[in-house]
């Protein structure tokens, strides 16, 4: 079961080890704990929790500010205990000023997350590939990110900065923020939602060097689905692949019960799926079970 570690071992650190390896690091998203054990047996080094996804399952609404830090937080927290690679949550705009994003990072750390990403908007925000979004001014945002500093424990929780200016503002303006964030003391930003491959390059051109970078390959958004060997050029560090659990999720889910519905019995959909032990095992059961002998003989 996953555990933060102390040391050089720890998640956190193994985090900034793999964003300072070659190529880009890849990030599927989870919105619980299951999908995020799914994400680790597939072989990824890191899982990222989604808000858009969080909000889904939680509540079975859409990512407009519903949720609140708490339920972020403790979703954060169950999906660290379920895995033992590193985890970046999302924590939307810290839940409120300067002051609310203090507690949100330790609450977060608490948690045992490897790192978070704050951005810019007006609370309530909104999925950064969704029209009608607002965000406050440079300076509000630099003060939460200086506050997002002061609050870490631990040097290596990963504050990621995300400007959601570019659908608001304009590219130029994007940038901008950007670089300030980074003069904030943000250690990797995250430009979301350009519109266009011209767009995404003029991003990695000019923040190139200035810090990491964030690619967020929102699996139906607005940013043009480029190739993983074309982010890695423009030299992208991190790839999040937010949603696109969920939404396979959602396609098996449906078809299931369009099945259910049909024949009145699940029986002709049973192929497609795990077996019951085969999920059993998936989940832990071998591991609980060894865990029972040791323990409760």
């Not at 024949?263 to 077996?275: C, E, F, I, S, V």
Request: aromatic share 6%.
């Amino acid at each position: 079961m996953g555990e933060l570690l102390a040391g050089p071992t720890s998640p956190r650190a193994r985090l900034r080890e793999l964003l300072a390896g070659p190529g880009p690091v890849v990030a599927p998203g989870s919105y619980d704990a299951l999908s995020a054990r799914l994400v680790e047996q597939a072989g990824f080094d890191v899982v990222y929790m989604t808000g858009f996804g969080t909000t889904a399952s939680l509540i079975g609404r859409p990512d407009v500010g519903l949720l609140s830090g708490t339920e972020m937080i403790d979703n954060a927290r169950r999906i660290v205990a379920a895995v033992d690679v590193p985890v970046i949550a999302d924590a939307d705009t810290g839940y409120g000023n300067a002051l609310n994003v203090l507690r949100a990072v330790a609450l977060y750390e608490q948690a045992g997350v490897a790192g978070i990403h704050l951005e810019d908007q007006v609370m309530p925000k909104k999925c950064g590939h969704m029209s009608g979004k607002v965000v406050v001014g440079v300076e509000e945002m630099t003060g939460k990110i200086r506050a997002a500093v002061a609050a870490r424990r631990d040097p290596d929780l990963l504050l990621i900065a995300r400007t959601d200016a570019a659908a608001v503002e304009g590219l130029e303006a994007a940038i901008s923020r950007a670089r300030a964030y980074a003069d904030a003391g943000a250690d990797v930003l995250f430009v979301e939602a350009p519109t266009s491959a011209d767009a995404i390059a003029r991003v990695a051109d000019e923040l190139r060097g200035v810090a990491p970078l964030v690619f967020n390959w929102a699996e139906g958004g607005r940013t043009p689905p480029l190739s993983l060997e074309r982010i890695a050029e423009l030299g992208f560090t991190l790839v999040l692949y937010p949603i696109g659990t969920l939404l396979a999720a959602t396609a098996g889910i449906r078809s299931f019960l369009e099945t259910l519905r049909a024949d009145g019995t699940p029986a002709a959909a049973l192929p497609d799926l795990p077996t019951f032990d085969g999920f059993t095992d998936l989940i832990g059961l071998p591991e609980v079970q060894q865990l029972e002998h040791r323990f409760a003989p």
